[in-house]
């Protein structure tokens, strides 16, 4: 059996620690060996171990909730031995980033586990999307994880005045987060970035297309993803990473990198859309009524903040959408709350036409 201190040796690069020791101590036990997850594929996963990289099935551990599936990132408990080995349990998860998926039944899709740090990759080829930042920032908080905005292809705006107003939105934006604007093809920002990344693991996500496979490389210092060219047209790349890779840095921490993401749909993320919207959240507590919806009701501080120019209208009918769908989505899988959700739909549907009526009955 492999020496607890080999185990240490072979694994504290990737993230090993005593909790994680002591949470595997009863696997230990059963003759089992630690590992972590580098990556995934078809019911198969490869995981490096104090005895080396090996080749898993997890069939043991698939169940049909597709939260609970093996996913890159885990610490798990492999077999020894055995053709094929198989993984028999992975350890409890600190943090993990999770998206809706597409389904009709919104369930649940974990991107990656046992992270501390969410890097949003962000182009600046094509034009800022403020509102999909905002959603990526939302499930990165929701995560337990501390998000972390980087701008890359950097070295495409030309003028510094606009490069710091960039940087300014996307500050004014994200409230609480680093934001670096980074160039892996000149080197710009990559000494800020690897100091935030350097401890502890770090999912790198963002769409198709904003150089998260080159910012992988640049920070690993060699080319182990693969890099396709983006189409000029929107700056879209095709899916350079088709799965979810785990890769040790170099100078200290984690990556992993992801497939480009199209659609980011929230999963139970309310406290995250807090944290992202924390200037709304304050502005609320100021509010006349507990519930108000900042439409259209007496003593709103929030509508207040919008009209003095203090709160920017797309700040809150951001905050709204994303309000909304994270209800919506919760609200599939719980019948109580979607039954309140309907009646307060009905309820501001009927002060609607009541407030109506009464306008109407002044014209007349």
């Known amino acids: 059996m492999t020496s607890s201190s080999a185990v240490y040796s072979a694994l504290t690069p990737y993230g090993w620690d005593d909790d994680w020791a002591a949470a595997f101590a009863p696997y230990a036990r059963e003759g089992l060996l630690p590992g972590r997850v580098v ?8 995981v490096v171990t104090a005895d ?14 597709p939260m609970r599936v093996v996913c890159t990132g885990d610490w798990v408990a ?27 039944r919104s369930d649940g899709q974990i991107l990656a586990a046992n ?43 030309t003028d510094p005045v606009t490069l710091a107003h960039l940087v300014q939105d996307v500050e004014n934006t994200a409230p609480g987060v680093p934001v670096v604007a980074a160039s892996a093809h000149c080197g710009d920002g990559l000494d ?3 100091a935030l990344v350097g401890d502890g693991t770090s999912v790198l996500l963002g769409q198709s ?12 210092g060699e080319d182990v993803m693969d890099v396709r060219a ?40 309310e406290s995250g859309v807090g944290q992202v919207f924390a200037e709304i959240e304050e502005l609320a507590e100021r509010c006349r009524f507990h519930d108000c919806a900042h439409e259209s009701e007496p003593g709103c501080a929030v509508r207040a903040a919008v009209d003095g120019g203090e709160l920017p209208v797309r700040r809150l009918e951001s905050y709204r959408k994303l309000i909304r769908e994270n209800q919506w989505i919760v609200a599939k899988t719980d019948a109580r709350l979607r039954a309140e959700i309907r009646r307060d739909w009905k309820r501001k549907g009927a002060e609607g036409r009541a407030a109506m009526q009464a306008k109407q009955g002044r014209w007349t």
Do not use: M
């Not at 080396?52 to 909730?65: I, K, N, Q």
């Open 115 to 157: 992270v501390d740090h969410a890097v949003v990759a962000v182009s600046l080829a094509v034009e800022l999307d403020l509102g999909r930042v905002e959603r990526f920032l939302a499930l990165a908080w929701e995560s337990g994880a501390q998000p972390v905005v980087v701008l890359t292809k950097a070295d495409l705006v």
């Open 230 to 269: 983006a189409r000029d047209v929107d700056g879209k790349g095709r899916h350079t990473t088709t799965t979810r890779n785990l890769l040790a840095l170099p100078g200290g921490g984690v990556l992993i990198d992801t497939p480009g993401l199209r659609g980011v749909g929230l999963y139970d993320a």
């Open 192 to 194: 800020i970035l690897r």
């Open 52 to 65: 080396g990289a090996v080749r898993a099935d997890t069939a043991f551990v698939t169940p049909h909730d």
């Open 78 to 104: 492999v077999e020894a031995g055995g053709n094929p080995r198989y993984v028999r349990a992975y350890l409890p998860r600190r943090a993990a980033f999770v998206r809706s998926t597409s389904s009709k």
């Open 39 to 46: 990556r995934v594929d078809r019911g198969q996963c490869d």
């Open 209 to 220: 297309g904003a150089g998260k496979s080159t910012l992988a490389n640049a920070l690993i």
